[in-house]
T-cell receptor, first 113, second 114 residues
């Protein structure tokens, strides 16, 4: 079985650019999450989808971060415009249902210069 | 304010030694607590989940306890191996439903040396 896949694995962007990160959840999973991970803050929730519907958009990340899930097998996270403080690892996770554990992808490491 | 505190922040042990990782939280309600292992450059992998008051779980060389009264959990790793080198993250779920939020600790970085 394929786990959660994320592309690209690494991304370098100039300040002010638009970048799009991609995630394919485990087939059949209903819930999908986007997180940002830094050493200082740990994991911070960016978005949470349940059956493709946006349940939570991460509050403080609304202005430049937009996650979409146009079908049950693919999600994107757009950051526009990028800032150096966005440098972090972006993790995608999915789970079958609310009582199940999350399965995490390997993450995309973003560096904004 | 951080609602899940993990200690120590980092830990170095020799292969074969045992170690204990701590997790204290203030999340309310506390539906369940899960420990994850994150290898460098990888995603998080669930090790164990604790649900009930005074729960104890065991998964090979990993064992965990939960004290809901004290809002405290421990993760014990017995006879550590080099492959145990990773970050261990404690996560508390406040509900067992779609409305529930997950609260992540910052992690304990464990390094196992030969």
């Amino acid at each position: 079985d394929a786990g959660v896949t994320q592309t690209p694995r690494h991304e370098v962007a100039e300040k002010g650019q638009t970048i799009i990160l991609k995630c394919e959840p485990v087939s059949g999973h209903n819930d999908l999450f986007w997180y940002r991970q830094t050493k200082i803050q740990g994991l911070e929730l960016l978005s949470y989808f349940r059956s493709k519907s946006l349940m939570e958009d991460g509050g403080a990340f609304k202005d430049r971060f937009k996650a979409e899930m146009l079908n049950s097998s693919f999600s994107t996270l757009k950051i526009q415009p990028t800032e150096p403080k966005d440098s972090a690892v972006y993790l995608c996770a999915s789970r079958p249902g609310t009582k199940d554990t999350q399965y995490f992808g390997p993450g995309t490491r973003l560096l904004v210069l | 304010k951080t609602q899940v505190e993990q200690s120590p922040q980092s830990l170095v042990v020799r292969q074969g030694e045992n170690c204990v990782l701590q997790c204290n939280y203030s999340v309310t309600p506390d539906n369940h607590l899960r420990w994850f292992k994150q290898d460098t450059g990888k995603g998080l992998v669930s090790l164990t989940v604790l649900v009930h008051e005074n729960d104890k779980t065991s998964n090979g060389r990993y064992s965990a306890t939960l004290d809901k009264d004290a809002k405290h959990s421990t993760l014990h790793i017995t006879a550590t191996l080099l492959d145990d080198t990773a970050t261990y993250i404690c996560v508390v779920g406040d509900r067992g439903s779609a409305l529930g939020r997950l609260h992540f600790g910052a992690g304990t970085q464990l390094i196992v040396i030969p």
